[in-house]
């Protein structure tokens, strides 16, 4: 299928790692002209030069963290005006909640609610003037099958999926789309921390924790992150103009829930 976005902008937050790099590979791949945006520099690096080896399509890179003003401002410099934007962050490691602090919510809110939402408002406007826009928020399965000791994204991440819920049916007739992706569990460097973290709570080895993980979803495995970013290049395309306020599981069938 032609999804019709070659020679589209995209910003791709996250997009040096997992998840974000699977989705900037993948719109690369159709045509996009990607720019990915991360923390560390080599990551990045290496991830545009092996991704541009599969596609053969450049991939710029910025060095930006979405939970900061100067990293937002970075992004957008390097991408002024996005067609596509994939808003994507690492969430906190596992905890008890009875221990965290002011600053850990204040953290945790600004990485996964109040940086994507700041891009959401930067860009928007500009997408509508175009008549296109494609938003797609890498969320998680917690806002939907909130896990206790994940309760800081629990709570940022369902912040920004209630937010985009009203604004998404105001922006779809100017053929703006703003969409949520829920994945469950993934073979990804994220997961391996969340294992990390929960480590002493359990009791368990990592190998044990990993296997558990994995092999008590329904399907009996980890998501690979390709198969997210496929989905996410589909959402992105010019055949999904219908679709908006949407939170897609990707999860194995993890949710146990009809609707």
Known sequence: MDLGIHGKRALVFGGSRGMGRACAQQLSQEGVQVTIAART???LEQAAAEISAVTG???????????TEAGRDAALQA??????????ADGPEPGDFRE??????????????????????????????????????????????PQLELGLSNGARSGLVGFVAGLARQTVRHNVTIN???????????????????????GKSFEQLWEERGSNT?????????????LCAYMCSAHTGYMTGQSILIDGGGYPGTF
């Open 57 to 67: 399509n450049p991939v710029q890179v910025v060095v930006a963290d979405i939970a």
């Open 100 to 145: 965290w602090r002011v600053a850990d919510w204040h953290a945790a809110i600004d990485a996964m609610m109040l940086g994507p939402i700041e891009m959401i408002r930067r860009t928007v406007d500009g997408m509508i003037e175009r008549k296109f826009g494609r938003i797609v928020n890498i969320v998680s399965r917690s806002v939907k099958t």
């Open 41 to 43: 520099l080599a990551t």
């Open 79 to 88: 991408c002024p005006a996005p067609d596509i934007l994939i808003n994507n």
């Open 218 to 230: 329904p399907a009996g495995r980890y998501g690979q992150p390709e198969e997210l970013g496929a």
């Open 180 to 202: 949520n992706l829920l994945p469950g569990v993934f073979a990804t460097d994220a997961q391996r921390r969340h294992i990390r973290g929960m480590l002493e709570s359990t």
